[in-house]
């Protein structure tokens, strides 16, 4: 078992959004995204990858599949595979989304 403090690990970058690694093992990668107001991570999917978002604090949209969903603080979002998704922070605070990827190639492709 392993314990972290996110408050350790939440470092905003000035000029892009940041990825903070948490925790990797097997099919899971966590990490913390987190948002400057105004920050962006572009559209994009993934072919092979579920993901969980869950807003820790903060606020801001999600665009998925071209339709933008607003989301909030204790929101949880879920991304299946192939879905295309992109993040904007339209707050004026900091935006902190935990990120749970899942891996869904079979154990022998991974």
Same mark, same amino acid.
Request: charged letters at 40%; hydrophobic letters at 30%; zero cysteines.
């Given at each position: 078992m392993e314990k972290l403090n996110i408050e350790g690990i939440m470092d905003f970058a000035t000029e892009r959004s940041a990825r903070k690694?948490?925790?990797?093992?097997?099919?899971?990668? @966590?990490?913390l995204l987190l948002y400057t107001p105004g920050q962006t @991570?572009? %559209?994009? &999917?993934?072919? %092979?990858?579920?993901?969980?978002?869950?807003?820790?604090?903060?606020?801001?949209t999600i665009t998925?599949?071209?339709?933008?969903v607003f989301v909030k603080e204790k929101d949880i979002i879920f991304s299946p595979s192939g879905e295309t998704h992109g993040f904007i922070n339209t707050s004026s605070d900091n935006w902190v989304v935990?990120?749970?990827?899942?891996? @869904?190639?079979? &154990? %022998?492709?991974?």
């Open positions: 690694a948490i925790f990797k093992e097997g099919h899971f990668d @966590t990490g @991570t572009p %559209d994009h &999917k993934h072919s %092979d990858i579920d993901e969980i978002f869950y807003v820790i604090s903060g606020e801001g998925i599949n071209d339709k933008e935990l990120q749970i990827k899942i891996d @869904t190639r079979k &154990k %022998d492709e991974a």
